[in-house]
């Protein structure tokens, strides 16, 4: 298993419950904070699929009753789930959502090797991957019959294995984490829903996490938005200063900036193929998702299972499970273009904007 993250645990979970040996190659260090993401009501079904449900529920999770946007028009709309079969949904903190996977596939009997970087690789004769690793300082290696890929959108193996990727826009992400000023009454209280606004050049995603935390995020393509803003904090917030519903979430409870902006990809982007001789790909190394359709952990723990029950199927003799694999990833891919195609082109305000004048898809 090729990267730590939710696809690999989930793949991993998954396929050492099925006696499996599996080991995690994960390059993290669990420092680093995560950026946080709203779990729809839909993800309680998966999560009671891999057996990790009790395991969540007991975790620090807010509750997510609903999304709010500014787009298309200058007022905002609430889309609530109250008529939501599925109950509501969640705001997570990522790292503790991420360390509980992991955790659930090592109690499992997957091995998780942290710190530890993949350099090279080779297949032998009998049809075996070696691999050469790096970890902590030291070089190791071992022999695998299978490689799942879920090393994120660099694909690091997939690629190497001479499957490109297709990209379809430049979007990118400045996201700060902000607290709560516990020196200063609070004007309002935390409410539940995520918050998307557009704006010129792009658009707005925010929403409370656990522990009085709020996560902001602009996004835009690179080439368009000045560098200097995604610098310094103080070049971020004069930015987010410019948005109107945003910008007053942020005063309204008195929340301030922890850091500085974290810089990450949000493009959409997909591999030719999810699957190869003896490898998959999964989660983000197999199809990436604009951030705007909520979708990307769904599909990471949705397409972790789907890799990990594709082998399973094979080794069981059914010799097209690998083929159907990546077909299904790239019909879910097709659908999802379509459904970012009509949201985009319902925001219609800024004719001139270069973000915008992308997106209309003609």
């Known amino acids: 298993m090729i990267g730590g993250g939710l696809a690999g645990s989930t793949a991993a979970l998954v396929l050492a419950r099925a006696h499996f040996s599996v080991v995690i190659v994960d390059t993290s260090n669990d420092r680093n904070w995560k950026v946080g993401e709203s779990l729809p009501p839909e993800a309680g079904t998966l999560l009671r699929k891999l ?6 529920i007991k975790d620090s999770h807010l509750p997510s009753y609903g999304n709010r946007s500014a787009w298309g028009a200058p007022y905002i709309e609430d889309n609530d789930f109250v008529f939501n079969p599925y109950g509501h949904g969640w705001h997570l903190d990522r790292h503790q959502f991420n360390a509980m996977l992991a955790n659930a596939a090592v109690t499992a009997g997957a091995v998780r090797l942290c710190r530890t970087k993949l350099l090279d690789w080779q297949c032998t004769q009998q049809n075996r991957w070696l691999l050469n690793l790096l970890s902590v300082g030291q070089h190791a290696s071992l022999q695998a019959d299978w490689i799942i890929d879920a090393s994120g959108r660099t694909s690091f193996f997939a690629q190497r294995q001479g499957v490109k990727r297709q990209v379809y826009d430049r979007l990118i992400s400045a996201v700060m984490l902000l607290e709560a000023d516990t020196s200063k009454p609070k004007q309002g209280e935390d409410d539940s829903f995520s918050l998307i606004e557009a704006a010129p050049e792009g658009w707005w995603y925010s929403a ?101 029950t594709s082998i399973q199927a094979y080794m069981s003799g059914e010799e097209t499970a690998l083929e159907h694999y990546s077909h299904r990833i790239k019909r879910m891919y097709a659908d999802y273009l379509l459904q970012r195609e009509a949201y985009y082109r319902m925001e219609q305000r800024w004719p001139t904007s270069p973000f915008w004048q992308r997106r209309r898809f003609t």
């Open 51 to 56: 057996g990790v449900w009790e395991r969540f």
């Open 208 to 308: 409370f996490i656990p522990n009085r935390r709020l996560v902001v995020a602009y996004m835009s393509d690179g080439d368009l938005v000045a560098r200097r803003y995604f610098r310094t904090v103080e070049s971020w917030q004069t930015l987010l200063s410019q948005s109107d519903a945003t910008w007053k979430r942020v005063q309204y409870c008195h929340y301030r900036p922890v850091g500085i902006p974290q810089i990450v990809l949000a493009n959409s982007t997909c591999l030719t193929a999810a699957a190869g001789r003896s490898w998959l790909a999964a989660g983000d190394a197999a199809a990436a998702y604009d951030p705007l359709s909520s979708q990307g952990i769904s599909v990471a723990l949705a397409t972790g299972l789907d890799a990990a």
